[in-house]
């Protein structure tokens, strides 16, 4: 993972996962988290529904507040 940007507004890392590896499941109470596909696919689960998206595609999971 590489920091890209870090301000009082928005914190951006780049991230290069394996194919098959996951990210353990999280929320965010106070920021939006997002993600963008740079290649390769991408499956996410939100509340229970699995979306699946393709390279160029982007993705977003609102915050709790």
């Not at 590489?2 to 999280?26: M, Y």
């Not at 998206?53 to 915050?63: C, D, E, H, L, W």
Request: proline share 5%.
């Amino acid at each position: 993972a590489k920091r890209i940007i870090a301000d009082e507004r928005q914190l951006v890392t780049l991230i290069s996962s394996p194919p098959g590896t996951r990210n353990r499941p999280h929320w965010h109470r106070d920021f939006d988290d997002g993600w963008v596909v740079l290649g390769g696919r991408l499956e996410w689960e939100l509340t229970g529904e699995v979306q699946r998206i393709g390279s160029g595609r982007f993705v977003r999971s609102r915050s709790k507040v």
